[in-house]
């Protein structure tokens, strides 16, 4: 009877039944290692991020438990830069497919299709050689310039003769190539011109060279470059698809003939649409299925999205803000000034310049023009008042210098004995003006510092907002299994 049961049920039944037996069985192969702002982490994911980023070669190596509370944080900007919606951005779209594409596009070609595009290049070099092969052969030259005058064209013409009568009494071809040739790139090499086939060369030469046989010279005759002899050395058709292969293919590989087939194929699968998808959309359900396939590239494509993502908010709300904000630096300075005044109290710093002149006569001035002005302002007060023309009076070096920094201040201002100091080349005086400070005056004088720790403080503040807008939640017990589950 109980058989009897089952047979009757619908089929529909059934099929729920095999998919919930289904979906429970994927659940325990990759099951949920946290929940994070209500999207639900499978342990496969974790582990993923969790490898690539602790590897061996990783200074500050994290355990399982200190990743966590990073993986959390990751995961919660992201939700937040999708709630702000900057995955819609026509910038972030456009970046993000270059970065997909990258990793979509090569699996639209297979080791088949390359050999394909390989024996089509062979093909189409057989066909350009054509029926006479190719010639291997060696020349001697004597140039006759276009508008040579008939003087000229006539001491050529001797010349070669010369050669050609040397060459019949037994002169070594190669030895009198190096010596008298006029064409440079081959007269070095004994006259060799390597293998050439028909259309590479002036139709003048072609005639001659493949009107001879190996081991046979010609007459001289004239072509628009001057007088020639050649020597044939070889001739032969050329080899096999399978003696070329490899240099075809290392050739293909060079020339990124994998982005030439790739593209084909989208626009192969978009024509055939009949005009229902676009390249986009081709190239998007290829991502689909491969992700579908493969996990790693699953969690690489996401990671790309995900990363894009996470670099335009944390810019947005930290990086870029806080060194943007000129009046929150300068507060954050204020707010904490005894720490930078302690990095300053045993090395304190020269915050002017050491400047270089032709005549004494600039010394005062210089120090004069900037003696009421800003800091920030010295350089193009300088530039204005003496170096406004084409005249170069000044040469300076302005900034924020400690003890090491600069070999003129070392010895002007923190008198260190015994420093060696080359003058500048035309600017013989030297001179320095600013002041000495143990403690920063402002943030300017601390501004990268500042600035990353003012970044620090963005950054800690949003995380424990955002901790505190999204709820999230780790499985313990799915926790431990990390890299530890084996074939469960």
């Known amino acids: 009877m109980r058989n009897m049961v089952v047979m009757n049920k619908p089929r529909g039944f059934l099929f729920i039944i095999f998919s919930l037996l289904f979906s429970h069985a994927v659940a325990q192969t990759d099951p949920i290692v946290m929940t994070v702002a209500g999207v639900p982490v499978p342990r496969s994911e974790f582990?993923?991020?969790?490898?690539?980023?602790?590897?061996?070669?990783?200074?500050?190596?994290?355990?399982?438990?200190?990743?966590?509370?990073?993986?959390?944080?990751y995961k919660l900007k992201v939700q937040a830069a999708l709630d702000a919606r900057l995955d819609t951005t026509k910038a972030f779209k456009e970046e993000f497919a270059q970065y997909r594409d990258q990793q979509v596009l090569p699996?639209?070609?297979?080791?088949?299709?390359?050999?394909?595009?390989?024996?089509?290049?062979?093909?189409?070099t057989v066909k350009s050689i054509g029926p006479d092969g190719l010639v291997s052969a060696a020349h001697i030259l004597m140039l006759v310039k276009q508008k040579a005058t008939q003087a000229e064209q006539d001491e050529a013409k001797r010349r070669i003769d010369s050669v050609y009568t040397a060459l019949q009494a037994g002169a070594d071809f190669e030895e009198l190539a190096k010596k008298v040739s006029q064409d440079p790139g081959s007269a070095r090499r004994g006259g060799m011109l390597g293998w050439f086939s028909r259309n590479q060369m002036v139709k003048e030469f072609e005639d001659e060279a493949f009107a001879l046989q190996p081991n046979q010279m010609s007459k001289p005759f004239l072509s628009p470059f001057g007088w020639h002899i050649i020597l044939v050395k070889e001739r032969k058709q050329l080899e096999p698809f399978d003696f070329h292969k490899e240099s075809i293919l290392r050739y293909l590989e060079q020339r990124n003939a994998r982005d030439h087939i790739s593209a084909e194929k989208v626009n192969a699968l978009v024509k055939a649409?009949?005009?229902?998808?676009?390249?986009?959309?081709?190239?998007?359900?290829?991502?689909?299925?491969?992700?579908?396939?493969?996990?790693?590239?699953?969690?690489?494509?996401?990671?790309?999205?995900?990363?894009?993502?996470?670099?335009?908010?944390?810019?947005?709300?930290?990086?870029?803000?806080?060194?943007?904000?000129?009046?929150?630096l300068a507060s954050y300075f204020k707010k904490n000034k005894k720490r930078y005044k302690d990095e300053w109290k045993d090395n304190?710093?020269?915050?002017?310049?050491?400047?270089?002149?032709?005549?004494?006569?600039?010394?005062?001035?210089?120090?004069?023009?900037?003696?009421?002005?800003?800091?920030?302002?010295?350089?193009?007060?300088?530039?204005?008042?003496?170096?406004?023309?084409?005249?170069?009076?000044?040469?300076?070096?302005?900034?924020?210098?400690?003890?090491?920094?600069?070999?003129?201040?070392?010895?002007?201002?923190?008198?260190?004995?015994?420093?060696?100091?080359?003058?500048?080349k035309g600017y013989p005086i030297d001179a320095t003006y600013g002041?000495?400070?143990?403690?920063?005056?402002?943030?300017?004088?601390?501004?990268?510092?500042?600035?990353?720790?003012?970044?620090?403080?963005?950054?800690?503040?949003?995380?424990?907002?955002?901790?505190?807008?999204y709820s999230f939640s780790v499985n313990e017990e799915v926790l431990r299994t990390v890299n530890n589950h084996g074939s469960k």
């Open 348 to 424: 304190p710093r020269f915050k002017g310049m050491v400047y270089h002149v032709k005549d004494e006569c600039y010394i005062k001035p210089v120090a004069k023009c900037v003696k009421k002005l800003k800091f920030a302002d010295w350089n193009e007060a300088l530039r204005k008042t003496f170096n406004g023309d084409s005249i170069i009076r000044i040469r300076v070096e302005k900034g924020l210098f400690k003890k090491g920094d600069n070999k003129f201040i070392d010895r002007e201002v923190f008198k260190v004995a015994d420093v060696q100091v080359d003058s500048v």
């Open 107 to 124: 699996t639209f070609v297979t080791d088949d299709d390359l050999m394909a595009e390989a024996h089509k290049v062979y093909d189409q």
């Open 273 to 328: 649409s009949d005009g229902t998808l676009t390249r986009e959309q081709v190239i998007e359900r290829r991502a689909d299925s491969l992700s579908a396939a493969d996990m790693e590239m699953r969690y690489l494509i996401k990671e790309y999205h995900d990363g894009l993502l996470l670099y335009e908010i944390s810019n947005r709300t930290v990086w870029e803000k806080a060194a943007k904000d000129e009046e929150g």
């Open 435 to 469: 002041k000495l400070l143990k403690k920063p005056e402002d943030y300017t004088d601390v501004r990268v510092q500042v600035t990353a720790d003012l970044q620090d403080e963005l950054e800690r503040l949003w995380v424990a907002d955002l901790r505190k807008r």
């Open 47 to 73: 582990e993923y991020s969790y490898n690539k980023n602790n590897t061996d070669g990783v200074i500050d190596k994290k355990t399982v438990e200190e990743y966590v509370d990073l993986f959390v944080n």
